[in-house]
């Protein structure tokens, strides 16, 4: 039981890790498109990045979230002997 505990606390750990990056690079694209507000085609740009950052990010976190559930899953039933 303590295995399952042991990978249990990893991915709580990796998951907030992930969250973590993911509000990180959400915050340094939102202060590069506020410094870039009063130049109007850079702005443009950059907010166009920006939607694509955040689109990016988002997907990357749905992904390894989505991973790191699935590990747990096979570590739990690995456990309680519901392997197939």
Known sequence: MSEYRDVQTAVRVEKLRIWFAWLCGNVILLMIALATQNIHIVSVITQ????????????????MTGALNRKALAARRQVLGEDL
Do not use: P
Not at 49 to 63: H, K, W
């Open 48 to 63: 166009c990045a920006l939607v694509a950052g955040f689109l990016a990010l988002t997907v990357a976190l749905v992904r």
